[in-house]
């Protein structure tokens, strides 16, 4: 099975910071189909999963432009241009390359 | 307006079976493959299941592979969890997630096996 290495797993930032998150695949998620599977995701506290970026750097409908993905391969990354108190809780990076679909452990992010 | 309502979850002892439901409405369900994912208590997300638009191809994650079973009816616009040979470690809030890019969940089912 395809692992998910995240870094960190914890990030503290103050409002306006600019963070990145890692995300590191044990094999390449390029498809046959030339697309590559990998989202990132946000949990609020006490609320479901949202998808924020799909396809290494597809922003999702509604989604803030500050939320960027980028990568190939097995290294991805999310980065946040000026982390607003609302970005605050999980964020999860999952694949859908290779069945079955796997995700990182997560990256909490808090207020400094 | 997407919407997906988990429902079925419960307590049950170690052993015993339960089956969830997961209605969709807001979208044609029929057109798109089907997630279960599940979140043990202040863990992180697990992905368990999948199922393609027809139903002609199912995936499992390991951890389950065996006991549970994902299936949907289209005509009902529902996506279903058979869950035997329940564990202690399968507590968990289970979610239903839409498509490949998972972009709509639902609000979760709870799920505890105890003794």
């Known amino acids: 099975d395809v692992v998910l290495t995240q870094t960190p797993p914890t990030l503290s930032a103050t409002i306006g910071q600019s963070v990145s998150i890692s995300c590191r695949s044990s094999?390449?998620?390029?498809?046959?189909?030339?697309?590559?599977?990998l989202n990132w995701l946000l949990q609020r506290p006490g609320q479901s999963p949202q998808l924020l970026i799909y396809?290494?750097?597809n922003l999702e409908s509604g989604v803030p432009n500050r939320f960027s993905g980028s990568g190939s391969e097995t290294d991805f990354t999310l980065k946040i241009s000026g982390v607003e108190a609302e970005d605050l809780g999980v964020y999860y990076c999952?694949?859908?390359?290779?069945?079955?679909?796997?995700f990182g452990a997560g990256t909490k992010l808090e207020l400094k | 307006e997407v919407q997906l309502v988990e429902s079925g979850g419960g307590l049950v002892k170690p052993g015993s079976s339960l089956k969830l439901s997961c209605v969709a409405s807001?979208?044609?369900?029929?057109?798109?493959?089907m997630h279960w994912i599940r979140q043990a208590p202040k863990k992180g997300l697990e992905w368990i299941a999948l199922?393609?638009?027809?139903?002609?191809?199912?995936y499992y994650a390991d951890s389950v592979k065996g006991r549970f079973t994902i299936s949907r009816d289209n005509s009902k616009n529902t996506l279903y969890l058979e869950m035997n040979s329940l564990r202690s470690e399968d507590t968990a809030m289970y979610y239903c997630?839409?498509?490949?890019?998972?972009?709509?969940w639902g609000q979760g089912v709870m799920v505890t096996v105890s003794s």
């Open positions: 199922i393609y638009y027809d139903s002609s191809n199912k």
């Open positions: 094999q390449s998620l390029l498809d046959s189909d030339g697309d590559t599977y």
């Open positions: 807001g979208f044609t369900f029929s057109s798109y493959g």
């Open positions: 997630a839409k498509g490949g890019d998972v972009d709509y």
């Open positions: 999952m694949q859908a390359t290779h069945a079955p679909y796997t």
């Open positions: 396809s290494v750097s």
